[in-house]
């Protein structure tokens, strides 16, 4: 997450390609386990509001008709001094730069004698709820953004006075294990609700958080991670819960590279390398991807998102999901907000909160273009133009193929669909444009060619069935 806003970065896409583009089924990377959201800070909100109006939410989010997400990341709050004897008061909430009421959290203990107070988080766990029940396939992860206020150096939730030193005690690595450990186990026997990985940062190799910052926040350096590491891991095989430690949800690939060569031996703990992926390069996601494979751990691209301006930054957003998917190739791509105030580029869906008012944005259907077609257990192919993203079925009789312009000119691919085999000649197609969103047709192949012709600042789906 972040407490500024990325400026857009630009891209242009070629015009006329040179020569054809061939898609090969053979050529296979990862195999698809999900798409997905973090629930803060939207659930913290939309969880107060009436069923109706949150069940469509839900609805949105989780049908295969919708937006197809079955990845959820939960965030356990921490927390800030209920009598902000170390903060500004709803310092969060500061006009111009903080993030709102909605990121100010309440912990699930007040105080360090106080006893769990299970309702502190009702209206997130609310949504948790709904989504269980309409995605019965949905996995859940844990994470923290900090500990609680009385675990930490400055006693606030949203940093260390100096945001480049550890914010928690390393007298509390203890105590702040069994809090998640404590969370986790309520979520299993009282809710019903098992997160499968827990992931005790976010983001913490930054200076992003200071005390009466914006949003909760907790800086840890790469070698204080392993140290709390090594107390989580011994305490989370003893909880007899069946959950798996994840890390380092760092903001960069750059910082993520970082902590895989401090961590060393240490990523024997965990089952999952988390990575986000606001400042990323394609060789930094490459060499993720590699010493991941190389350790055994599934990797995630765990949160990402964007500021930029209208349907050219949606579509810039959607070049770095493409990006990712084809370098760092991480079996999930997790969003970081589904619905959100006065913005149509880090959602989407656009709400006012006291309202309970929404509405999808043409961010909603460029990001559903994929997820939509995309579907869990499909393997991405290697294809060689960055402005495609390719995949395949499990039973092999269907290949989507989305193609990006993201120039304000035409443009026009021509793919070569010949090593498929008999490919049924009709092909279902789904646009969204200026004009269009995710509006339905069908294009004709020209012999085993697929020609496709995009219109500026667009994006096609291709859904593709072979005859067997």
């Known amino acids: 997450m972040k407490h500024f806003t990325l400026s857009l970065f630009l891209f242009i896409a070629v015009s006329v390609q040179a020569g054809n583009v061939t898609i090969d089924p053979t050529r296979r990377n990862q195999t698809l386990e999900g798409w997905g959201v973090s629930l803060c800070w939207w659930a913290n909100m939309s969880g107060r509001w009436t069923d109706e109006r949150l069940d469509t939410l839900v609805h949105w989010l989780t049908s295969p008709e919708g937006l197809n997400y079955n990845i959820f990341r939960y965030n356990i709050p921490g927390g800030d001094d209920p009598q902000w004897r170390h903060c500004e008061l709803h310092h969060m909430a500061k006009p111009g730069s903080g993030k709102g009421l909605r990121a100010e959290m309440a912990g699930f203990k007040a105080y360090p004698d106080s006893p769990y107070d299970w309702q502190a988080d009702s209206a ?75 992931e005790p940062f976010n983001e913490p190799y930054t200076n992003y958080w200071n005390r009466s910052g914006s949003q909760e926040g907790c800086h840890f350096e790469p070698a204080s991670q392993v140290a709390l590491l090594k107390v989580l891991h011994p305490l989370l095989l003893r909880s007899g819960l069946a959950m798996q430690l994840s890390a380092s949800d760092e903001t960069a690939t750059k910082a993520s590279l970082r902590d895989l060569e401090v961590y060393g031996d240490a990523t024997r703990m965990l089952g999952q390398w988390n990575v986000h992926t606001y400042k990323a390069t394609n060789s930094e996601r490459r060499a993720i991807r590699e010493l991941t494979r190389q350790k055994g751990l599934r990797l995630w691209m765990s949160e990402s998102g964007d500021g930029g301006r209208g349907l050219h930054g949606n579509l810039a957003m959607l070049q770095r999901l493409f990006d990712d998917m084809r370098y760092l190739q991480p079996v999930a791509w997790v969003d970081w907000q589904y619905a959100e105030e006065f913005t149509d580029q880090w959602n989407l869906v656009r709400t006012r909160w006291t309202e ?47 193609r990006l312009n993201g120039s304000r000119e035409p443009s026009h691919t021509v793919y070569d669909l010949s090593s498929l085999g008999a490919v049924v000649p009709t092909i279902q197609t789904y646009t969204t444009s200026r004009r269009q969103q995710l509006e339905p047709s069908t294009t004709t192949l020209n012999g085993h060619l697929l020609e496709a012709d995009l219109l500026p600042l667009s994006v096609v789906t291709y859904v593709i069935n072979i005859q067997q």
Not at 374 to 389: A, C, H, K, P
Request: charged share 25%; hydrophobic share 35%; proline share 5%.
């Open 356 to 402: 309970q008012s929404y509405e999808r944005i043409p961010n909603f259907y460029v990001r559903q273009q994929v997820t939509r077609f995309i579907r869990q257990g499909y393997t991405f192919l290697d294809v060689d133009d960055e402005q495609t993203l390719c995949a395949l079925s499990p039973d092999e009789r269907e290949v989507v193929l989305v």
């Open 124 to 198: 997130q766990i609310r949504v948790m709820l709904k989504i269980r029940a309409a995605r019965p396939d949905a996995i859940f992860e844990a994470f923290s953004n900090t500990p609680p206020w009385w675990m930490t150096v400055s006693g606030c939730c949203a940093g260390h006075d100096d945001p480049s030193k550890d914010n928690l005690r390393t007298d509390q690595y203890t105590a702040f294990s069994q809090y998640l450990i404590d969370v986790c186990r309520h979520f299993r026997d009282s809710l019903g609700i098992t997160f499968r990985t827990l």
